[in-house]
């Protein structure tokens, strides 16, 4: 079964600094990777997705995260934090016999300013 | 505008009651998916439809759970003799569902249940 794996349950940076959020899948089979935000009292909305085109995947907002198979990985980071990143971002995997996706934890960001 | 709503936003219900949520998915989308999300936690897979098929239901907690989606649009998810840890958001989604597997899920703003 797949699964996603978020270190650190709450992060917080200050404003202006790197933002780098961790994501680790299992997966039996090259997955389909995707990260969602969700801001206070918002639904979530999908900042970017790895479909295998191209291993580093630029999303909105100057989010991009970067998939490394060796590691099983797909972090996602912002060189430069901005208040308005305070949320809730969640990793969340699909393989390619997809039916449903599996959401990691998720990770409260925090901006300080 | 054009994205998922749900209905109602909040709902409060005594322990014991049947309870009955509302997802109105994007028009034209073909996937429909329902999650729960609990305090702290992510976002818990509870069943999806997908066109005319059979309904992906592993998700769902208990036989108190159950959904249906009528002429493959409106979705409604049913929690029967209502219990307190049923208190959760729960978020509905819709995507095109395309060959690739990569289709985007568009959320609902989700429907926060509280069972007292």
């Known amino acids: 079964a797949q699964s996603v794996t978020q270190l650190g349950s709450h992060v917080s940076v200050s404003e202006g600094a790197l933002v780098l959020l961790r994501c680790n899948y299992s997966s039996s089979v090259p997955p389909y990777l995707f990260w969602y935000v969700q801001y206070p009292n918002q639904g979530l909305q999908l900042l970017l997705k790895y479909t295998s085109a191209a291993t580093l995947v630029k999303g909105i907002n100057g989010f991009e995260a970067e998939f490394k198979k060796s590691e099983t990985s797909f972090h996602l980071t912002k060189p430069s934090a901005h208040m308005s990143d305070a949320a809730e971002y969640f990793c969340?995997?699909?393989?390619?016999?997809?039916?449903?996706?599996?959401f990691g934890p998720g990770t409260r960001l925090s901006v300080l300013p | 505008g054009a994205g998922v709503s749900q209905s109602p936003s909040n709902k409060v219900t005594e322990k014991g009651k049947d309870v009955e949520l509302r997802c109105d998915p994007i028009?034209?989308?073909?996937?429909l998916y329902w999650y729960r999300q609990s305090l702290g936690q992510g976002l818990e897979f509870l069943i999806y439809?997908?066109?005319?098929?059979?309904?992906?239901k592993s998700g769902l907690p208990s036989d108190r759970f159950s959904a249906e989606r009528t002429g493959g649009s409106v979705s409604t998810l049913t929690i029967q003799r209502t219990q307190q840890e049923d208190s959760a958001v729960y978020l509905c989604?819709?995507?095109?569902?395309?060959?690739?597997?990569?289709?985007?899920?568009?959320f609902g703003p989700g429907t926060r249940l509280t069972v007292l």
């Open positions: 989604a819709s995507s095109t569902r395309t060959s690739g597997f990569t289709d985007t899920q568009y």
């Open positions: 969340a995997v699909r393989d390619n016999y997809g039916q449903n996706f599996v």
């Open positions: 028009s034209g989308h073909t996937a």
């Open positions: 439809f997908q066109g005319n098929s059979a309904p992906d």
